[in-house]
């Protein structure tokens, strides 16, 4: 079921099971410390296609890519389409589908359909995992995560 999406929810912070689920197409990684609220509302976001991850671990990726040794950068022309690439850095500074949508005035369907095309382009499963793999790839910057 290669369509299934993944929330891991967890009393582990450990890096090695953080790293690793992210990089085999986790869409989130939360903590036993969430509320139920928080827990309901992350179901949802990857529901639809949201990456949820809990501060702490968001954090931990966050240092781990500052002290990534610096890689020769990856162009995406050729992989991405431009509007792919738009679509991409918004979803990098935290915006939503609904946000991607009516900042690019498109629809939301529209926006889905680019994701489905960028994680199929680039090998992902999880909007979470195509961050990953741009910051790997020198596309985008720490700095353009919010």
């Not at 450990?14 to 609220?37: C, H, P, R, T, W």
């Not at 529209?110 to 489905?116: D, P, Y």
């Amino acid at each position: 079921m290669p369509g299934t999406k993944i929330l891991v929810l967890t009393g582990y912070d450990y890096d090695e099971y953080i790293f690793s689920l992210l990089e085999i197409g986790a869409a989130g990684y939360l903590l036993k410390d969430v509320s139920g609220d928080e827990l309901v509302g992350s179901i949802r976001a990857v529901f639809n296609g949201e990456p949820v991850l809990h501060p702490t671990v968001m954090r931990k990726l966050m240092d781990r890519c500052k002290t990534m040794s610096p890689r020769q950068t990856e162009t995406p022309v050729g992989v991405l389409s431009d509007r792919e690439m738009e679509v991409l850095k918004l979803a990098v500074s935290g915006k939503n589908n609904k946000d991607i949508a009516e900042t690019l005035n498109i629809s939301l369907r529209t926006v889905q359909a680019h994701m489905r095309s960028i994680f199929n382009k680039i090998g992902v499963g999880s909007r979470s995992e195509a961050i990953v793999c741009g910051l790997k790839k020198g596309w985008f910057s720490l700095e353009d995560i919010s």
